[in-house]
């Protein structure tokens, strides 16, 4: 459910009807994607954007990528995303313990001094983007990280900060099946109440 009309995959034709085929979980396609129903084109970019940046291979770990989706999504107080890049990334590592603490407070979560750099560039470029200066990208090398994956960390920023805004701003409404299905409902709201959240 959303704030503007959307097309069922049952009214799917034509381009639409192929994103749809390709963006299909578990039979249902997710709500993120039919919020954008109404223009196949822009579905269909994302949904390529989405799959270069996030689920091929490249410098980055899907590990790190959904580290970062799920800190991106709680900094941004994106329930939908936190959800879904929380559960990906607990798939991913088998840590709850990892997905919580990014969630609720990401300087608890149990991390390796690369991967904290990486999470702190990730929250700084989400909550201040004009604060960031070539000092911070300095920091991910001394870390170990080369440009390119300096530029795949900045990447899945991006594209995470804009699907949290799609997600926030049209009011896509987590999918039925997180609320039968384990106690998502309860770890985010419970996040989002947290006074330093």
Request: charged share 25%.
């Amino acid at each position: 459910m959303s704030w503007i009309k959307t097309i069922d995959e049952e009214q799917a034709r034509g381009g639409l009807l192929q994103c749809y085929n390709a963006a299909t979980r578990a039979g249902t396609v997710d709500d993120i994607i039919k919020v954008q129903s109404l223009d196949s084109g822009a579905l269909l970019s994302h949904l390529n954007l989405y799959k270069s940046v996030v689920l091929e291979s490249g410098p980055l770990s899907r590990a790190r990528r959904e580290m970062i989706g799920t800190v991106v999504s709680a900094a941004n107080r994106c329930r939908y995303c936190m959800v879904h890049h929380g559960e990906a990334l607990r798939k991913i590592t088998e840590n709850m313990r990892l997905v919580l603490a990014l969630i609720v407070d990401y300087d608890a979560a149990p991390l390796q001094e690369n991967d904290r750099a990486m999470i702190e560039y990730a929250v700084q470029l989400t909550e201040e983007p004009s604060s960031v200066v070539e000092e911070d990208i300095d920091r991910l090398r001394e870390v170990g990280f080369s440009d390119k994956e300096v530029l795949s960390i900045t990447q899945s920023v991006a594209y995470f900060n804009f699907v949290n805004r799609m997600a926030s701003g049209l009011g896509v409404e987590l999918e039925r099946r997180w609320f039968e299905e384990g106690p998502w409902r309860e770890i985010v709201d419970s996040a989002l109440q947290r006074s330093s959240f």
